[in-house]
């Protein structure tokens, strides 16, 4: 029943922005963290951010100072806004439920959303 839907991936040119946002139902979300992935054509699926459910957040280096990670469990998203937007930073983005331990119906991905940075 859980189910993860990625939106607000775009194309736009290098030094901008864009917000994504992912909505989560079927789980209990204000007691899970969250991640946030990225996947570019060849290359492993790769962990960009994270937060916990208090809010506590952690990035991978390439994006500490310009992606942000929030979340909203009144509405049962997070969101990852992406400012100083790079080439590199090309991929498809999605979200999924940070486990402790191994929950197999958690351990879902939704379609993801295409972020496409042109130079």
């Known amino acids: 029943q859980v189910y993860l839907v990625e939106s607000g991936g775009d194309l736009v040119q290098a030094g901008g922005s864009l917000r994504l946002t992912c909505t989560v139902s079927?789980?209990?979300?204000?007691?899970?963290?969250m991640n946030w992935y990225r996947q570019a054509p060849g290359n492993q699926r790769e962990l960009v951010a994270t937060?916990?459910?208090?809010?506590?957040?952690n990035y991978a280096h390439y994006v500490k100072g310009r992606f942000t990670i929030s979340r909203d469990n009144a509405k049962n998203t997070i969101h990852l806004q992406m400012n100083s937007l790079k080439p590199e930073d090309t991929a498809v983005y999605y979200c999924?439920?940070?486990?402790?331990?191994?929950?197999?119906?958690?351990?879902?991905w939704g379609q993801g959303t295409q972020v496409t940075v042109s130079s």
């Open positions: 999924n439920i940070k486990l402790q331990g191994f929950i197999a119906e958690y351990d879902t």
């Open positions: 079927g789980i209990n979300f204000k007691i899970y963290g």
């Open positions: 937060i916990t459910k208090g809010g506590s957040t």
